[in-house]
């Protein structure tokens, strides 16, 4: 039977015979993981590079950045396009693949500019049961996925973390901003804004993790099951908060807090990961 520490070393050979690589890197769990074992397999023939755009909560580039740096890598954030792609931006089921086509292109220049072998990004073996285009775009770029092919679970990669001391051992997933968004609603700077706001309010209370999804004036809030009586208990306060970000309509969703929640909508046809 595969162990954790197989998995572990099997990583670590992956990633040497890279030679060099470019680690496309958010600052989550699964980036700080790779990125470390990247520093530990290849030492100073790594570069860390995060996205900025609207899509992404405010201060996260320079929380990764600060990561990074405290792992000893060199660390870049670069600027990528976002809501300036009509294809992105009308929040298409494929959203995702736009946007990742553009970030990988442009961490494939920069890796050529740099003298870097490959690019590789935190995918892990758990992605694949989940709709992911993005993936689809990692593929076409000949992006690296090197925790997925050790067969790095979720839970795998908390262990790892937890072992090393890493400070991501117990960050919660979270995607950008624009998944909390149905598909075919159309994606703004003053919606991402209220997005962000409303769950920047939420985790000021202690609520992690959460999702606040955005359906046009109601906010749909999503916590773990057993959060649930503490919302209700501070439902007027958080009601009166959130409708002061710009919400008519505050919902608490009964079936609670759920990664990738709005991909419930799709047809299985989509699902093409």
Known sequence: METLQDKSQYLNKIIKGYGSVLVAFSGGADSTLLLKSALDALGDRVLAVTARSEIYPPGEAEEASEIARSLGAEHLILKTGGLKSPAFAGNPPDRCYHCKKELYEKLNSLARERGLNYVADGVNADDASDYRPGMRAGVEAGVRTPLKQA????????????????????????????????????ITPEALDMVHKSEAFLKSLGY?????????????????PDRMESVLRDAERI????KT?????????????????MNETLEDRLRLY
């Open 151 to 186: 067969n790095l679970t979720k839970r795998d990669i908390y262990a790892l973390s937890r072992e090393m001391g890493l400070p991501t051992a117990h960050k919660p997933a979270n995607p950008c901003l624009a998944s909390r968004f149905p598909y075919g609603t159309e």
């Open 208 to 224: 992690t993790p959460l999702r606040v999804r955005h359906h046009g004036h109601l906010a749909r809030i999503e916590v773990p």
């Open 239 to 242: 009601t009166a908060a959130i």
């Open 245 to 261: 970000i710009g919400y008519i309509y505050v919902t608490l969703d009964l079936r609670g807090f759920r990664s990738g929640s």
